[in-house]
């Protein structure tokens, strides 16, 4: 904790003490009536707080609002409608810094270059302009400062994250540092358009076999650090469509469509647009729909894919206990993990989630609640789950503005047979084939020089056993305390004879007709034992209740 920050420190407690009552009221958990009303309440307060306290917060707040297993559902309700709106910057600035980043005056970089950006956020803002040969060009331009800002917020959340898991019990248990630290670098690739420009690439061109969905293409020569251009996509977001407009879409096709193609980003590309909200899907003229703002993308390991797979596969056809093992094999299990309470919860989210007529199954919302039962059982499921889970949320948002009738569950269930049949020819590919071929051919050749080694060691009894699973320093510990309490025992022991025996001896000086050095050994030898009493009791009952309580809640759990 440093001194520099401490009216930080300070505000950032007053919002800990004013919503702390909301801490731990998992979004599964049941609330209605005037509960819930006030829960979303707080909540509104809550998203309207972060706003005030700059582009940090309004992002941390975003996170936030996939973390089921942290606050509840009235609270996720309102953290996701944060607006990321600012006031322009003023267009001196803006000319500024396009002129910095690319080096020359801005009359010779475009032929032309609004001064009235077409939106303002907290990170940044964009303009339409022209390149010297009339390409018309988007030019997202970040603002000054704002990563030296984010710079200090972001350390004063990782110093309070820090604090909280050393010293709070649900911060050992949800990891709040992990958290801040995924956060952090999230929200740093946003901030280098760099990385973008390689996002729009790669997005693009996972994308193209799509004909109705579009990604803008970068222009990577006039792009920097803090300089984005790309080309313009004359569109209208889906948050601001009306509802005249939104009649005459093609909108059920539209969102089958987008629907398959996060799925194919997520399952198969294994990199997708992580913030499809409303206002970052657009409509274009032609009727197509346009990905834009890639600045925050997630990425999906292999195996992390084929377990997601699994799940989905899992949830739509009802086996919560699957979609329990699954999570349990990819999750990190905390001290107070509970495996068969985890079975027990998400089967449950499960079943609840097969009695819903399709249209009313929100994929989103059920894969953010199972992750917050997960945390709830001691279970920490992998980053990129929580991504995926902001991700469908906000997919299942824009899917029901182009359809208010569009099933998202039902969509998934569709385009899984096709997926499932892609993973079957990817793994009987020929490369994928001799690959394996040839991992077999190396087993084969090298397989019986490795028994004719073991035999060997064998006959020489020389096989060594390398047994884990025990840890040695508390083992050591142990030992070293047993041996500790025998030795007190022994010098005890021998302190009882020592002065048994003087006892008998006609040894002066003499009291009450007994040694002097009777009484002293048998002092010594009470002080020793009084010692080892009072060091059990400090130290081996403790333990003993605890372990008792342990049993006993176990116990409780088995009845129930």
């Known amino acids: 904790m440093k001194f520099a920050h401490l009216s930080r ?25 005037p509960l819930e009303e006030d829960l979303s309440a707080d909540g509104a307060n809550l998203a309207r707080d972060l706003e005030k306290r700059g582009p940090t917060f309004i992002k941390f707040g975003q996170l936030l609002s996939t973390r089921a297993d942290l606050l509840p559902r009235a609270y996720l309700q309102q953290l996701r409608r944060l607006q990321d709106d600012a006031t322009p910057l003023p267009f001196a600035q803006v000319r500024e810094v396009v002129e910095s980043e690319l080096g020359t005056r801005l009359h ?11 939106a303002a956020a907290s990170l940044g803002q964009v303009h339409h302009a022209a390149l010297r040969d009339d390409r018309q060009v988007a030019v997202k331009v970040q603002r000054p400062g704002v990563h030296e800002t984010i710079q200090e917020d972001l350390e004063v959340l990782s110093e309070l994250a820090a604090f909280a898991d050393s010293h709070t019990g649900i911060g050992r248990q949800l990891g709040f540092e992990a958290m801040v630290e995924e956060f952090r670098l999230s929200l740093l690739a946003e901030l280098d358009y760099r990385a973008e420009v390689r996002n729009l690439e790669a997005v693009g061109s996972n994308l193209d076999q799509y004909e109705r969905i579009i990604v803008p293409k970068p222009i990577a020569s006039y792009s920097t650090m803090t300089l984005l251009t790309m080309e313009w996509i004359e569109a209208t977001n889906l948050g601001s469509l009306g509802t005249l407009a939104r009649a005459e879409l093609d909108g059920g ?51 992390l894919r084929e377990a997601l797979l699994k799940m ?6 009802g086996r919560g206990e699957v979609v329990a093992d699954v999570l349990a094999g990819l999750g990190e299990h905390l001290e107070d993990f509970r495996g068969d309470e985890l079975r027990r919860g998400i089967d449950n989210v499960v079943q609840r989630s097969t009695g819903k007529l399709v249209r009313d199954l929100q994929t989103g919302a059920l894969i953010v609640e199972v992750l ?17 889970g902001k991700t469908l949320l906000n997919l299942d948002e824009t899917a029901r503005i182009l359809d208010a009738d569009f099933e998202p569950g039902a969509a998934i269930e569709r385009h899984l047979d096709d997926l499932v049949t892609h993973k079957i020819r990817e793994t009987l590919s020929p490369t994928n084939v001799l ?30 056993l390398k047994i884990q699973g025990i840890d040695e320093s508390q083992l050591m510990r142990g030992i070293q305390k047993l041996a500790n309490r025998l ?30 050095a009777s009484f002293v050994l048998f002092g010594l030898a009470m002080a020793v034992a009084v010692w080892m009493a009072v060091g059990i009791a400090l130290s081996d009952l403790p333990q003993y209740r605890a372990g008792g309580r342990a049993r006993r809640r176990a116990l409780m759990r088995h009845k129930m």
């Open 108 to 118: 010779r970089a475009f032929a032309w270059f609004e001064e009235r950006p077409t």
């Open 312 to 317: 989905l596969l899992a949830v739509s056809q």
């Open 372 to 388: 917050g039962v997960a945390g709830a059982c001691g279970l920490r499921p992998p980053s990129e789950l929580t991504l995926v």
């Open 487 to 516: 030795a007190l025992g022994a010098l005890a022991a021998a302190l009882v004879i020592a002065a048994a025996i003087t006892l008998a001896s006609p040894i002066h000086p003499r009291v009450l007709g007994a040694p002097v």
């Open 435 to 464: 690959s394996t071929a040839l991992e077999v051919r190396e087993f084969a050749e090298h397989f019986p020089g490795r028994v004719n080694r073991v035999l060997d060691n064998l006959a020489e009894g020389e096989i060594t």
């Open 253 to 303: 096709e539209l969102a089958e469509e987008l629907f398959r193609a996060y799925l194919d980003q997520m399952l198969v590309d294994g990199v997708f647009h992580a913030d499809p909200h409303p206002g970052n899907v657009a409509l274009t003229n032609d009727g197509r729909l346009a990905l834009l703002d890639l600045g925050m993308v997630g990425r999906i390991a292999p195996n």
């Open 9 to 33: 420190y300070g505000d950032l407690a007053g919002l800990l003490i004013r919503y702390h009552s909301a801490i731990g009221i998992q979004a599964d958990d049941e609330t209605s009536g």
